[in-house]
Protein backbone atom coordinates (compact mmCIF):
# COMPACT_ATOMS: atom_id res chain seq x y z
CA UNK A 1 0.00 0.00 0.00
CA UNK A 2 0.94 3.70 -0.74
CA UNK A 3 -0.18 6.20 1.23
CA UNK A 4 -0.26 10.12 -0.37
CA UNK A 5 -1.45 12.66 1.53
CA UNK A 6 -2.29 16.65 -0.17
CA UNK A 7 -4.43 19.50 0.58
CA UNK A 8 -7.90 20.29 -1.44
CA UNK A 9 -8.16 23.49 -2.37
CA UNK A 10 -10.25 24.48 0.88
CA UNK A 11 -7.81 23.44 2.74
CA UNK A 12 -9.25 20.36 3.81
CA UNK A 13 -6.53 17.16 4.11
CA UNK A 14 -7.24 14.68 1.16
CA UNK A 15 -5.34 10.89 1.01
CA UNK A 16 -4.53 8.55 -1.36
CA UNK A 17 -3.83 4.82 -0.50
CA UNK A 18 -2.95 3.00 -3.96
CA UNK A 19 -2.35 -0.54 -4.61
CA UNK A 20 0.88 -0.11 -6.49
CA UNK A 21 3.82 1.93 -4.76
CA UNK A 22 4.95 3.50 -8.07
CA UNK A 23 1.69 5.65 -8.35
CA UNK A 24 2.24 9.29 -8.36
CA UNK A 25 -0.65 11.57 -7.04
CA UNK A 26 0.24 15.32 -7.70
CA UNK A 27 -2.92 16.56 -9.18
CA UNK A 28 -3.94 19.98 -7.81
CA UNK A 29 -7.85 20.33 -6.98
CA UNK A 30 -8.59 23.11 -9.82
CA UNK A 31 -11.88 24.61 -8.00
CA UNK A 32 -12.14 27.73 -6.53
CA UNK A 33 -13.20 26.65 -3.69
CA UNK A 34 -13.09 28.99 -0.30
CA UNK A 35 -12.73 27.63 3.18
CA UNK A 36 -16.32 25.70 4.05
CA UNK A 37 -17.43 28.17 7.61
CA UNK A 38 -18.67 24.90 9.58
CA UNK A 39 -19.43 24.83 13.61
CA UNK A 40 -20.60 21.85 15.79
CA UNK A 41 -21.57 21.51 19.01
CA UNK A 42 -21.92 18.32 21.20
CA UNK A 43 -24.83 18.82 23.98
CA UNK A 44 -25.41 16.77 26.90
CA UNK A 45 -28.34 15.44 27.67
CA UNK A 46 -29.15 15.75 31.20
CA UNK A 47 -31.53 13.30 31.70
CA UNK A 48 -30.14 9.96 29.58
CA UNK A 49 -26.16 11.16 29.65
CA UNK A 50 -25.54 10.64 26.07
CA UNK A 51 -24.38 12.91 23.85
CA UNK A 52 -26.01 14.88 20.78
CA UNK A 53 -24.09 16.89 17.60
CA UNK A 54 -25.94 20.04 16.90
CA UNK A 55 -24.20 20.51 13.51
CA UNK A 56 -26.63 22.93 11.44
CA UNK A 57 -24.35 23.54 8.77
CA UNK A 58 -25.07 20.49 7.32
CA UNK A 59 -28.62 21.58 6.13
CA UNK A 60 -26.58 22.76 2.69
CA UNK A 61 -24.62 19.72 2.06
CA UNK A 62 -25.05 17.92 -1.25
CA UNK A 63 -28.47 15.90 -1.76
CA UNK A 64 -28.66 13.20 -4.43
CA UNK A 65 -27.20 15.07 -7.36
CA UNK A 66 -27.29 13.01 -10.74
CA UNK A 67 -24.46 10.51 -11.88
CA UNK A 68 -22.70 13.17 -13.82
CA UNK A 69 -22.26 15.25 -10.98
CA UNK A 70 -21.40 12.91 -7.88
CA UNK A 71 -18.28 14.63 -5.88
CA UNK A 72 -16.66 11.12 -5.18
CA UNK A 73 -16.12 10.64 -8.86
CA UNK A 74 -12.78 11.17 -10.12
CA UNK A 75 -11.96 14.62 -11.89
CA UNK A 76 -12.14 14.78 -15.72
CA UNK A 77 -11.48 17.21 -17.62
CA UNK A 78 -13.57 20.35 -16.58
CA UNK A 79 -15.77 18.16 -14.97
CA UNK A 80 -13.74 18.61 -10.94
CA UNK A 81 -14.92 16.89 -7.60
CA UNK A 82 -13.63 16.42 -4.52
CA UNK A 83 -10.97 14.03 -5.91
CA UNK A 84 -8.69 15.77 -8.07
CA UNK A 85 -7.05 13.21 -9.70
CA UNK A 86 -8.35 11.14 -12.63
CA UNK A 87 -8.59 7.63 -11.20
CA UNK A 88 -7.61 6.38 -7.44
CA UNK A 89 -8.16 2.96 -5.73
CA UNK A 90 -8.95 4.24 -2.48
CA UNK A 91 -9.37 7.84 -1.24
CA UNK A 92 -9.81 9.31 2.40
CA UNK A 93 -10.35 13.01 2.59
CA UNK A 94 -11.90 15.87 5.64
CA UNK A 95 -15.96 16.00 4.90
CA UNK A 96 -16.99 19.07 3.82
CA UNK A 97 -20.32 19.02 5.76
CA UNK A 98 -18.92 17.19 8.90
CA UNK A 99 -21.04 16.74 11.92
CA UNK A 100 -18.40 16.70 14.35
CA UNK A 101 -15.30 19.77 13.58
CA UNK A 102 -12.74 21.51 15.78
CA UNK A 103 -12.26 20.12 19.64
CA UNK A 104 -15.87 18.30 19.02
CA UNK A 105 -14.17 15.41 16.62
CA UNK A 106 -13.16 14.80 12.98
CA UNK A 107 -15.40 13.26 10.18
CA UNK A 108 -13.99 11.94 6.94
CA UNK A 109 -15.20 10.11 3.90
CA UNK A 110 -14.23 7.10 2.64
CA UNK A 111 -14.54 5.93 -1.20
CA UNK A 112 -13.89 2.61 -1.58
CA UNK A 113 -12.99 2.75 -5.27
CA UNK A 114 -13.57 5.28 -8.03
CA UNK A 115 -16.23 3.32 -10.21
CA UNK A 116 -19.49 5.04 -9.05
CA UNK A 117 -21.79 1.82 -10.32
CA UNK A 118 -20.20 -0.54 -8.12
CA UNK A 119 -20.47 -1.33 -4.15
CA UNK A 120 -18.10 -2.90 -1.58
CA UNK A 121 -19.98 -6.40 -2.66
CA UNK A 122 -18.34 -5.58 -5.89
CA UNK A 123 -14.64 -4.89 -4.84
CA UNK A 124 -12.05 -8.13 -5.44
CA UNK A 125 -10.66 -9.25 -2.37
CA UNK A 126 -7.55 -6.84 -3.44
CA UNK A 127 -9.69 -3.52 -2.92
CA UNK A 128 -11.30 -5.15 -0.07
CA UNK A 129 -7.68 -5.06 2.10
CA UNK A 130 -6.73 -2.07 0.63
CA UNK A 131 -10.27 -0.31 2.29
CA UNK A 132 -9.25 -2.23 5.80
CA UNK A 133 -5.71 -0.68 5.54
CA UNK A 134 -6.78 2.74 4.93
CA UNK A 135 -9.42 2.21 8.10
CA UNK A 136 -6.31 0.89 10.03
CA UNK A 137 -4.16 3.39 8.94
CA UNK A 138 -7.04 6.60 10.08
CA UNK A 139 -7.82 4.93 13.06
CA UNK A 140 -4.49 4.96 14.26
CA UNK A 141 -3.90 8.77 12.52
CA UNK A 142 -7.13 9.76 14.24
CA UNK A 143 -6.39 8.22 17.88
CA UNK A 144 -3.64 10.73 17.97
CA UNK A 145 -5.33 14.08 17.80
CA UNK A 146 -5.58 15.43 21.63
CA UNK A 147 -9.68 15.63 21.10
CA UNK A 148 -10.24 12.50 19.94
CA UNK A 149 -11.56 9.47 22.16
CA UNK A 150 -13.07 7.05 20.30
CA UNK A 151 -12.83 6.46 16.17
CA UNK A 152 -15.89 4.76 14.71
CA UNK A 153 -15.52 3.32 10.90
CA UNK A 154 -18.95 2.83 8.94
CA UNK A 155 -20.90 2.55 5.85
CA UNK A 156 -24.21 3.34 5.36
CA UNK A 157 -25.60 1.43 1.68
CA UNK A 158 -29.06 2.69 0.47
CA UNK A 159 -31.25 5.53 -0.20
CA UNK A 160 -33.93 3.72 2.98
CA UNK A 161 -30.55 4.39 5.36
CA UNK A 162 -30.51 7.73 4.54
CA UNK A 163 -27.49 7.66 1.81
CA UNK A 164 -27.30 11.05 -0.03
CA UNK A 165 -24.41 9.95 -2.18
CA UNK A 166 -24.65 7.15 -4.25
CA UNK A 167 -21.19 6.45 -5.07
CA UNK A 168 -19.58 3.83 -3.37
CA UNK A 169 -17.91 5.44 0.36
CA UNK A 170 -18.30 4.89 3.98
CA UNK A 171 -17.41 7.22 7.04
CA UNK A 172 -15.32 7.82 9.45
CA UNK A 173 -16.25 9.68 12.76
CA UNK A 174 -13.65 10.27 15.31
CA UNK A 175 -15.50 11.48 18.66
CA UNK A 176 -14.37 13.73 21.79
CA UNK A 177 -16.15 10.98 24.09
CA UNK A 178 -17.07 7.07 24.42
CA UNK A 179 -19.93 7.21 22.42
CA UNK A 180 -23.07 6.07 24.51
CA UNK A 181 -23.80 2.59 22.77
CA UNK A 182 -19.98 1.57 23.57
CA UNK A 183 -20.32 2.74 27.36
CA UNK A 184 -23.14 0.74 27.70
CA UNK A 185 -21.19 -2.12 26.49
CA UNK A 186 -18.03 -1.42 29.27
CA UNK A 187 -20.38 -1.40 31.98
CA UNK A 188 -21.79 -4.41 30.97
CA UNK A 189 -18.57 -5.89 30.49
CA UNK A 190 -17.95 -4.71 33.86
CA UNK A 191 -20.53 -6.21 35.60
CA UNK A 192 -19.66 -9.80 34.02
CA UNK A 193 -16.40 -9.49 34.66
CA UNK A 194 -16.72 -8.87 38.52
CA UNK A 195 -19.64 -11.50 38.99
CA UNK A 196 -17.72 -14.31 37.18
CA UNK A 197 -14.29 -13.63 39.42
CA UNK A 198 -12.65 -12.09 35.93
CA UNK A 199 -14.18 -13.92 32.65
CA UNK A 200 -14.29 -11.50 29.77
CA UNK A 201 -17.91 -11.13 28.43
CA UNK A 202 -17.34 -11.46 24.59
CA UNK A 203 -15.29 -14.27 24.87
CA UNK A 204 -18.15 -16.10 26.51
CA UNK A 205 -20.80 -14.77 23.91
CA UNK A 206 -18.64 -15.79 21.03
CA UNK A 207 -18.24 -19.40 22.85
CA UNK A 208 -21.87 -19.47 23.29
CA UNK A 209 -22.55 -18.45 19.45
CA UNK A 210 -20.04 -20.97 17.85
CA UNK A 211 -21.56 -23.75 20.09
CA UNK A 212 -24.98 -22.88 18.83
CA UNK A 213 -27.33 -22.27 15.79
CA UNK A 214 -27.04 -19.45 14.49
CA UNK A 215 -23.56 -18.78 12.85
CA UNK A 216 -23.32 -17.71 9.45
CA UNK A 217 -19.55 -18.01 8.22
CA UNK A 218 -16.64 -19.46 10.17
CA UNK A 219 -13.05 -18.91 8.58
CA UNK A 220 -9.66 -20.03 10.63
CA UNK A 221 -9.32 -15.91 11.86
CA UNK A 222 -12.59 -15.23 11.96
CA UNK A 223 -16.22 -15.69 12.74
CA UNK A 224 -20.07 -14.65 11.72
CA UNK A 225 -23.11 -14.66 13.44
CA UNK A 226 -26.62 -13.56 14.06
CA UNK A 227 -26.69 -12.58 17.67
CA UNK A 228 -29.31 -14.33 20.24
CA UNK A 229 -31.16 -10.79 20.48
CA UNK A 230 -30.55 -9.70 17.27
CA UNK A 231 -31.92 -5.83 16.85
CA UNK A 232 -33.00 -5.67 13.53
CA UNK A 233 -34.55 -8.52 11.07
CA UNK A 234 -31.23 -9.44 9.49
CA UNK A 235 -27.94 -8.66 11.49
CA UNK A 236 -24.65 -10.52 11.35
CA UNK A 237 -21.77 -9.77 13.96
CA UNK A 238 -18.15 -10.37 12.91
CA UNK A 239 -15.35 -11.40 15.09
CA UNK A 240 -11.96 -12.25 15.12
CA UNK A 241 -11.22 -15.39 17.06
CA UNK A 242 -8.27 -13.83 18.05
CA UNK A 243 -9.55 -10.67 20.56
CA UNK A 244 -8.13 -7.33 19.90
CA UNK A 245 -9.73 -4.36 21.42
CA UNK A 246 -9.39 -2.29 17.70
CA UNK A 247 -8.10 -2.56 13.89
CA UNK A 248 -4.53 -1.87 14.76
CA UNK A 249 -4.22 -4.90 17.04
CA UNK A 250 -5.19 -7.63 13.96
CA UNK A 251 -2.99 -9.26 12.90
CA UNK A 252 -1.85 -10.25 9.30
CA UNK A 253 -3.76 -13.63 9.01
CA UNK A 254 -6.71 -11.84 9.97
CA UNK A 255 -5.76 -9.20 7.91
CA UNK A 256 -5.56 -11.54 5.15
CA UNK A 257 -8.38 -13.56 5.98
CA UNK A 258 -11.10 -10.63 6.28
CA UNK A 259 -11.07 -9.72 2.60
CA UNK A 260 -13.24 -12.62 1.53
CA UNK A 261 -15.30 -13.33 4.75
CA UNK A 262 -16.83 -9.43 4.41
CA UNK A 263 -17.04 -9.77 0.66
CA UNK A 264 -19.26 -13.18 1.37
CA UNK A 265 -21.35 -11.62 3.92
CA UNK A 266 -22.38 -8.30 1.96
CA UNK A 267 -23.04 -10.92 -1.04
CA UNK A 268 -25.10 -12.88 1.22
CA UNK A 269 -26.86 -9.79 1.92
CA UNK A 270 -27.90 -8.81 -1.45
CA UNK A 271 -29.45 -12.36 -2.15
CA UNK A 272 -31.71 -12.24 0.39
CA UNK A 273 -34.93 -10.64 -1.03
CA UNK A 274 -34.31 -12.30 -4.37
CA UNK A 275 -33.27 -9.98 -7.68
CA UNK A 276 -37.29 -8.06 -7.92
CA UNK A 277 -36.07 -5.77 -4.98
CA UNK A 278 -33.64 -3.12 -5.28
CA UNK A 279 -30.24 -3.54 -3.54
CA UNK A 280 -30.47 -4.75 -0.02
CA UNK A 281 -29.79 -1.35 2.27
CA UNK A 282 -27.53 -1.82 5.07
CA UNK A 283 -25.15 -0.59 7.89
CA UNK A 284 -21.34 -1.85 8.63
CA UNK A 285 -20.12 -0.38 11.81
CA UNK A 286 -17.26 -1.65 13.18
CA UNK A 287 -16.86 -1.49 16.73
CA UNK A 288 -13.42 -0.29 18.74
CA UNK A 289 -12.27 0.15 21.90
CA UNK A 290 -12.27 4.57 23.31
CA UNK A 291 -8.78 5.77 23.05
CA UNK A 292 -9.28 7.56 26.35
CA UNK A 293 -8.94 6.56 29.54
CA UNK A 294 -11.52 3.81 31.42
CA UNK A 295 -11.25 4.46 34.76
CA UNK A 296 -15.62 5.04 34.99
CA UNK A 297 -15.82 0.80 33.94
CA UNK A 298 -14.70 -0.68 37.19
CA UNK A 299 -11.47 -2.32 36.16
CA UNK A 300 -11.99 -2.69 32.53
CA UNK A 301 -8.73 -2.58 30.45
CA UNK A 302 -8.83 -2.00 26.63
CA UNK A 303 -7.96 -4.94 25.75
CA UNK A 304 -10.79 -7.04 27.60
CA UNK A 305 -13.06 -4.93 24.78
CA UNK A 306 -13.25 -7.13 21.48
CA UNK A 307 -13.12 -5.50 17.69
CA UNK A 308 -16.20 -6.42 15.84
CA UNK A 309 -18.20 -5.47 13.17
CA UNK A 310 -21.71 -4.83 13.35
CA UNK A 311 -23.91 -5.43 9.74
CA UNK A 312 -27.64 -5.49 9.59
CA UNK A 313 -30.06 -4.33 7.18
CA UNK A 314 -33.50 -2.64 7.74
CA UNK A 315 -35.90 -4.33 4.89
CA UNK A 316 -37.56 -7.20 7.44
CA UNK A 317 -39.23 -8.96 4.21
CA UNK A 318 -39.36 -8.21 -0.02
CA UNK A 319 -40.84 -4.74 -0.11
CA UNK A 320 -40.83 -4.30 3.18
CA UNK A 321 -38.46 -2.10 6.19
CA UNK A 322 -38.24 -2.39 9.48
CA UNK A 323 -39.47 1.38 11.18
CA UNK A 324 -38.27 2.31 14.40
CA UNK A 325 -41.94 3.46 15.69
CA UNK A 326 -42.93 3.89 18.90
CA UNK A 327 -41.34 1.00 20.77
CA UNK A 328 -37.51 1.03 19.66
CA UNK A 329 -37.56 5.38 19.42
CA UNK A 330 -39.58 6.15 22.28
CA UNK A 331 -38.05 3.50 24.92
CA UNK A 332 -35.07 1.53 23.01
CA UNK A 333 -37.03 -1.54 22.80
CA UNK A 334 -36.94 -3.44 19.67
CA UNK A 335 -39.48 -5.86 18.81
CA UNK A 336 -37.43 -8.25 15.87
CA UNK A 337 -40.17 -9.85 13.25
CA UNK A 338 -37.54 -12.31 12.77
CA UNK A 339 -36.54 -14.63 14.64
CA UNK A 340 -32.57 -14.86 14.84
CA UNK A 341 -32.48 -18.68 14.25
CA UNK A 342 -34.04 -18.15 10.62
CA UNK A 343 -32.20 -15.10 9.88
CA UNK A 344 -29.38 -17.20 10.16
CA UNK A 345 -30.89 -19.61 8.81
CA UNK A 346 -31.76 -17.89 5.41
CA UNK A 347 -28.27 -15.79 5.21
CA UNK A 348 -26.64 -19.69 5.46
CA UNK A 349 -29.26 -20.69 2.99
CA UNK A 350 -28.16 -17.74 0.08
CA UNK A 351 -24.63 -18.72 -0.33
CA UNK A 352 -23.03 -17.88 -3.64
CA UNK A 353 -21.34 -20.50 -6.12
Known sequence: MKKTSTRLADGRELIYFDLRDDTVRDAVDRRPLE???????????????????????????????????????????????????SSYDVVVFENRFPSLTGDAGRCEVVCFTSDHDASFADLSEQQA????????????????????????????????IGVTLGHPHG?????????????????SLAAHKEATGGE???????????????????????????????????EVHLYPRRRVPDLLGLDEAARAEFPAVQLDLLRRFDRLFGEGDPPTPYIAAWHQAPFGALEEFDGVARDD????????????????????????????????????????ERLREVAGP
Not at 172 to 183: C, G, K
Not at 311 to 316: A, D, E, N
Request: aromatic content about 10%.
Open 171 to 187: QIYAYPFTTPRTALTLR
Open 305 to 344: FALHLELFTIRRTTGKLKFLAGSESGMSVFINDVPPERAA
Open 129 to 160: RLVLDAWTDRTAELSRLPCVEQVFCFENRGPE
Open 200 to 234: NLFDAVLERELAGERVVVEGDHWVAFVPYAAHWPY
Open 35 to 85: RTVTSSEVRRDALLGDAVAVASHRQGRTYHPPADECPLCPSRGDRLSEIPD
